[in-house]
């Protein structure tokens, strides 16, 4: 069975730190790029950052750039997004994805999402 299991998310205040991880299952990131998208109440989802896995190749959101940074563990089957320097308007719930090989902006082309895990940054 292919599955992602995001974790990590929870309250913390602004300027505080979270790390979330993406746990996959049914499936090797030995062949995948593992992005991130995320969706605030009232607003589409978005791609916050990606990772391919042909050549490692990574990429940001413009606003998160700086301050979030993505990593995987292949012997751990799991992709991490540390973020640093949290702010107010990173509020959303985070899901992490998976599509062949390679990364993409647009979500329509990842073929599986895990459920989400709740950010909230606020004082």
């Known amino acids: 069975q292919v599955q992602l299991v995001e974790s990590g998310g929870g309250l913390v205040q602004p300027g505080g730190s979270l790390r979330l991880s993406c746990a996959a299952s049914?499936?090797?990131?030995?062949?995948?790029?593992i992005g991130w998208f995320r969706q605030a109440p009232g607003k589409e989802r978005e791609g916050v950052s990606c990772?391919?896995?042909?050549?490692?190749?990574?990429y940001y959101k413009d606003s998160v750039k700086g301050r979030f940074t993505i990593s995987r563990d292949i012997a751990k089957n799991t992709v991490y997004l540390q973020m640093n320097s949290l702010k107010p308007e990173d509020t959303a719930v985070y899901y992490c994805t998976a599509r062949h090989v390679l990364c993409s902006r647009e979500q329509n082309q990842y073929d599986y999402w895990g459920q989400g895990t709740q950010v909230t940054v606020s004082s």
């Open positions: 049914g499936f090797t990131l030995d062949y995948y790029a």
């Open positions: 990772i391919s896995s042909s050549d490692g190749s990574i």
